[in-house]
């Protein structure tokens, strides 16, 4: 039997997290974005990840992260983001959960004031996490403050199986296509191929429709494949649409937040059970472009499975602004991966 490593699991808001903080394998590059961009398909880096998400040691919606070192003295550590399909730009339920595990597992001192500050260079920039501590020394909650973010483009048609879908696009670290699902009943009513077979006005975002979203949330990535409006206008390895989020308006709440659910659909048909961390970064950059959320606001940004997200402007940039997503992650599970040189499932596979 060999060990190939040992993980640190969490979960954010009900969205799992591997943390591998000592990778059995080699990162060349100069940078984490470098290091992603040479992670490719055959790469020792690649390998590892197929064994740590495909099955029989992860599932589909396995997500998770390889410790790697900063981009310079200015942070604590890097990381590279993946799943099942690949290393991803940005995670920010990955980007909490990594804060919580800085600080419970002693990689930074509690800071006395009861928020410690945990720096990280990602694919799309240099994040922070600031997690808050109770009184003996745990965390509380966790602050995402993310890369500026900013609406891309408004209004966008793409056409779907339920007929011309109306979209947004909009930057958290990656790119995101915003669906409101209230215009998907009226799609619905006159497609011959409602996948849901819902009637108009019937969809929301909601377990029992989770199977039809994730299909449509495929087609809104593809048709919106080779639009220029995807295009990074810096950096062309940050380009594409990384998830659709398919999004349910409930007005305000008492208190005066704004109260929304979505549901993301990231990669190639993966579901972020947490109200998405990067995806609510972006979700705060539109809303905050067309004025619906004020200044001050909170969203309260709820998932699929009904967890929530606390999000604001921390401050303006020339053209969005700096998010800031509060929630919270706790460690489940210490795990020591092996490998049987006589098992056949080696990396595994996936089933969707």
Known sequence: MSTICTSVDFHTAGEPFRIVAEPPVEFPGRSVAQRRELAGPGSAADDLRRLLCFEPRGHADMYGGF???????????????????????????GTMALGAWAVSSGILAVDPSGTTEVTIDVTS??????????????????????????????????DTSLGPVTVDLAWGGAIYALVDVAQLGAAAGSS??????????SWR???????????LGREVKAGLADHPDTVHPEDDRLSGVYGTIFVDRFGTLPGGELHQRNVTVFAD?????????SGTA???????????????????????????????????????????????????ATSTFEVDPLDDLVPGFVLR
């Open 192 to 201: 011959q191929n409602d996948p849901a077979q819902a009637a108009a006005g």
């Open 269 to 277: 048909g993966q579901v972020d059970r947490s109200p998405c961390g």
């Open 125 to 158: 920039g240099r994040v922070r996490a600031q997690v808050h501590t109770d009184a003996e020394g745990r965390a509380a909650s966790v602050d995402f403050v993310n890369v500026p973010s900013r609406l891309v483009a408004s209004g966008l048609t793409v």
């Open 67 to 93: 410790i790697t070192e900063p981009d310079d003295d200015g942070a604590d550590f890097g990381v590279l983001f993946w799943h099942k399909d690949g290393f991803s730009t940005a995670c920010g339920h």
């Open 282 to 332: 972006a979700r705060v950059a539109a809303l905050h472009a067309t004025g619906e959320l004020g200044a001050g606001q909170t969203l309260v940004h709820e998932s699929i499975v009904g967890t929530r997200f606390r999000a604001r402007v921390l401050e303006e940039t020339a053209d969005g602004v700096i998010p800031v997503v509060t929630g919270s992650a706790h460690r489940v």
């Open 205 to 215: 975002v909601a377990p029992e429709n989770l199977t039809a979203l994730i299909a």
